[in-house]
């Protein structure tokens, strides 16, 4: 491989989906002059544009029927009248949908921008689907006690990446399109830069920066079964931890309860929101059991180990009795059409059942990751439990921790944590650079040390396979890391996670080719998932406990004596398991006291 000049820019940000975008668009829109954005995929696939249901904001449209009551049809509040819906229950419901792990501080910034940031998407052209009389439309959601997401259709987190990378360009942002971030350069506390891999030349360069932002996107590729695009491996996660970052609650994976039954392909919360039931095989809406204020609107870690529960006792349905059903045929046809024409497609498309007239078979599928990159509210990257800060390094979206969604988000408050994050770090990096930020010497050659590293791959005499290794990891943490764990299948997660990556020591990347070589990308994705892996796995065995979607069936208890706190992990020698340190978790003890959580 040759050996190009490292680049230079003022900014780089690593990731297009919402948080990178919104990032980069604000700091070119306030004045920074030469903003660059690094994807490893085209930046309209980031896995944002594959968001459905919606994004929350309590503007209070809508609202149910009177006459039907609160599960009843939603009708939009007349000109004049109350709003049906305030910042104060959101912000409650989001504080008692993370199981008081979130950070209020964090979740109050959160909720208070989200009217604004919709306006913002709104008057940038986005098109919402609307009220009869103009105004954006909101549906329900699980866990959120007024209709509160607005939408398009089912194509929500498409219209909102459209319109924010198409401001992106206007206002100047150059775009590095398939290029793979491999490496941070972080020196004695301030960050100076990153490595990349031009995927379709196969160069690796140093990309030296005044500033770094990673909006990275999320791991659910650690999981066999899962939501998350084929992209999110977790990457910028793994990174960071390599460059001696801790990562903060990474034992909270969120699994979401209407994966498509073997694919995982998600069937949006909207399914829900619009009042679609779940079933088990013998027709019954079993949420009765577990949630019955909320039914299938209770939160996703409550649906998902409802389901599982159903599952266990024998209740599933299809040829190993493991799938739940997904129930919309009372719906109607027009409805399924107007507000659901995606998740139909992809039922028709991936188990051949059309909702319509039909149930769709589903299972719990992991899709997001509650855990991260501990950073602030500008989204600047936190170093340790005393907060001290990884200077010119940012973090925003769902590979950052802030914590907003502490043990267990609510559907739809993650575009809007991509969107309000993203967006302020975008004003504080702005801030950072235009007060005077330096571009930091770097020592060594830092490019050539991860050239190295692809190249003693290629040249690995060993005959283990990659895929295969991949595969296992997957599988282990889908029966030994999943929506139930325990102390005793917890440690065989991490010591098959221990002897994974022994094995990938001799697996060598096969293609020695240089141009758009997948191989290499693969062994480079698949280093980072056994990385992060064992992360999630150390914080789940000591976290001894159920809160939100960290559900220990040998400590059946929330523990706010010894756990109502925030797990750091920081990265030891070679081999050698996280330390493990903690902070205490932001809270209002007068307004948000700590409270039975019950739906
Ligand atoms: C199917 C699905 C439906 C969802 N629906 C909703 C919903 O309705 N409402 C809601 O609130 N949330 C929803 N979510 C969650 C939400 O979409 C995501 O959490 C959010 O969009 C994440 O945005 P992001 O900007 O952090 O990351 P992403 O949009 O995932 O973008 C990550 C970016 O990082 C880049 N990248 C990653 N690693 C590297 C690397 N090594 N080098 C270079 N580039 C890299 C990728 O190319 C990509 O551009 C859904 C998620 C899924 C999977």
Redesign the pocket.
Known sequence: MSKPEPLTHDVIV???????SWAAMIASQQGVKDVAV????H?LR???G??????AAALGNTRPVPSTGAEGPLEQVPDGSEPSDSLESHIFDTIKGSDWLGDQDAIEIMINDAPRVIYEYEHLGCVFSRTPDGRVNQRRFGGHSAPRACFAADW??HVLLHTIHEQALRHGVKFYSE???MDLIVEDNICRGVVALNILTGEIHTIRAKAVMF????Y?RAYKIT???H??TG??VAIAYNAGVPLMDMEFVQFHPTGLYKHGI?M?EACRGEGGYLVNSQGERFMERYAKAKMELAPRDLVSRSEQQEINEGRGGEADRDAIYLDLRHLGREKILQRLPQVRELAIDFVGTDPIDKLVPIQPTA??SMGGIPCDASGQVIADAQGTPVVGFYAA???ACISVHGANRL??????D?SVF?RRAGFAIAEFVKGGAQLHPIAGDPAERNRQRVRSRMENPGKESIDKIADALKTTMTINCGVFRDGGKLQIALQDIQRLEERFAHAPIRDKSSRFNTDVLNALETEHLLSFSAVIVAGAIARTECRGAHWRTDHPARDDQNWLKHTLAQRQGEGEPPKLDYKPVNINYEKYPPQERKY
């Open positions: 690593v990731g297009a989906g919402l948080a990178g690094l994807s490893k995929i930046p980031s896995h944002s594959a968001a459905q249901g919606g994004i929500t987190g290029w793979y971030c909006g990275t996107g999320g659910g939501s998350n695009a992209a999110n990457d910028g998600l949006s899709h997001y979206g769902e590979c559907g739809t408050n993650s575009l809007l991509a993203g």
